[in-house]
């Protein structure tokens, strides 16, 4: 168990606010196919700063080798994490221990660097694209540990209906406590596709009242964030789950995407959380103060 102090539980979520959470940067897209996908720690550390300023309170931070390939190197993350703080910034830092297909479990846990706040824990295994993700129920269980002894608040990623029994079962055996949030990432080739229908029901099948989130993948960034902004539910949106502004047009970065999320929800009206607000809603303690 933990030595560190227990997390604030969340406060009540008030229902005129909606936390937008930018993927800067995932493990798979390149910049072959959009020259705003950012590699090195500077660059990745840029794009989390310009989604922040757009009116993202939370970044899903993966890390990348120079030359793009994946990365889950502590070093990596802990350049990008001091660079997004040395400046003042105050988002919410949320670090990937999915990291790339084919990865192991050790690899995937360098990215728990000091400063991250919360952390990504996959509920299960999932055809992706041609390829598989594997999550076995053991290596769940210790991610799991990890992030609770780290002192992070989990978001839970589901990319099909069963991963929900998985969900529940953790926390009837007391693998994970709460605070944590719930990620429906849709529209994976090889999970279910961003629908109304499916996250309607995969909102109805969650085991206990719980915060959650979309994060619609492809052509389906967008139309998720709206069906989540009706339903009550956070958004995600990054050059990880979607490269394109609209039909055929490159985005120019993530903060294009962030700036997008934001004009809906507030069309909706519901108010994009600042950092401070996201982590009350959120049980994460309050942001470490600026540097002087
Ligand atoms: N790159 C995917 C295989 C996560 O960040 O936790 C897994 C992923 C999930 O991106
Ligand atoms: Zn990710």
Redesign the pocket.
């Known amino acids: 168990m933990s030595a560190m102090p227990s997390p604030p539980l969340p406060e009540a979520r008030s229902p005129d606010r909606v936390v937008v959470t930018c ?1 800067v940067v ?3 897209v390149t910049r072959e196919q959009n020259p705003a996908v950012p590699y090195l720690p500077e660059e990745i550390a840029r794009a989390a700063l310009d989604a922040w300023r757009a009116g993202a309170a939370v970044v ?1 931070l ?1 890390a990348r080798h120079p030359d793009g390939r ?1 990365s889950q190197r502590p070093e990596h993350f802990r350049e990008i994490v001091d660079r997004i703080r040395a400046t003042g910034c105050d988002v919410v830092i949320q670090c ?6 084919g990865m192991g479990v050790n690899e ?1 846990l360098g990215s728990l660097v000091d400063g991250a706040e919360m ?4 509920m299960g295994t999932t055809n ?1 694209g041609d ?1 598989v ?1 594997v999550n076995s129920r053991p290596d769940i269980v210790r991610i799991a540990a990890r992030i609770r002894e780290r002192g992070l608040v989990p ?1 839970c ?1 589901i990319y099909d209906a069963g991963m929900l029994e998985t969900l529940r079962w953790l926390r009837e055996k007391g693998h994970l406590g709460r605070p944590y949030q719930v990620q429906f ?1 849709l529209g ?1 080739p090889g999970g279910m596709s961003g629908t109304e229908r499916n996250l309607r029901f995969l909102v109805e099948g969650l085991p206990e009242p719980a915060h959650w989130g979309v994060a619609g993948v492809g052509r389906c960034e967008m139309p998720m964030v709206e069906l989540a902004l009706r339903l009550g539910g956070d958004v995600r949106v990054g050059l ?1 789950d979607n490269l394109y502004a609209s039909k055929g047009v490159l985005a120019r970065g993530n903060a294009e995407l962030v700036e997008t999320a934001v004009r809906l929800a507030r069309a909706s009206g519901r108010e994009p959380s600042t950092p401070a607000e996201a982590r009350a809603a959120l049980g994460i303690a309050p942001a470490p103060a600026r540097p002087p």
């Open positions: 993927a995932g493990a798979e899903h993966h994946a990937s221990t999915g990291g790339a297909v995937r952390a990504t824990l996959n992706f390829e993700f978001e990623e990432v994976v990880e």
